[in-house]
């Protein structure tokens, strides 16, 4: 079985560099440029199944790389809830705040990274057992990130890992019943 992640379009707050986790926000013109831009990749394989994360931006990038295509949005794979900072100005790297994020959101409402990676391998597990050849999942930059983190027992994350809007990221699930790293596309 191959599984592709693929993350949203540009959105409204990727492009004013804010957090969002759980806001719904629209992709922009170029989020709907970036979602067509993958179309050409994603219409010659045949998906079994489609799941798109249940945010708004991840729907719209699946409806507009795969016209017509049917899908089931499920919260599983929203992005990290990252609480009270969602639509608020990132944080610089050195901010004295982020030493209180260390472990991830929860300190301002959100999720930890132990409960986000959690619901990313109940969604990984979940799918290792279907009953199909090729799945896609429309999601997000962290869960893509963390996906691999955990795939691969590594520190995955924004600063060594270039995960652009619309990256795919490739799983293959081994005989053995456990998800390989296949490929990466980066648009």
């Known amino acids: 079985m191959k599984l592709y992640l693929i993350r949203h379009g540009e959105s409204e707050t990727n492009l004013a560099g804010h ?68 639509h608020k100005p990132f944080l610089a790297p050195d901010a004295p705040e982020r030493k209180l994020m260390a472990e991830g959101f929860a300190c301002v409402g959100g999720e930890s990274y132990a409960e986000f990676r959690c619901r990313i391998t109940k969604f990984l597990d979940y799918v290792k057992e279907l009953d199909c050849d090729t799945v896609a999942a429309f999601t997000h930059g962290g869960f893509l990130r963390n996906a691999i983190s955990i795939i691969l027992s590594a520190d995955i994350n924004k600063m060594n890992f270039l995960c652009s809007n619309c990256a795919i990221v490739i799983l293959e699930l081994s005989k053995d019943k456990k998800w390989m790293l296949n490929g990466v596309i980066n648009p």
């Open 19 to 86: 957090y969002t986790g759980w806001a719904q926000v629209a992709l922009t013109p170029k989020g709907v440029k970036d979602a067509e831009g993958i179309r050409p990749i994603l219409e010659g394989i045949k998906f079994d199944k489609i799941y798109s994360s249940d945010l708004i931006r991840a729907i719209k990038t699946a409806e507009t790389a795969i016209p017509g295509c049917v899908y089931e949005a499920t919260p599983l794979i929203r992005e990290i809830n990252v609480g009270s900072l969602a």
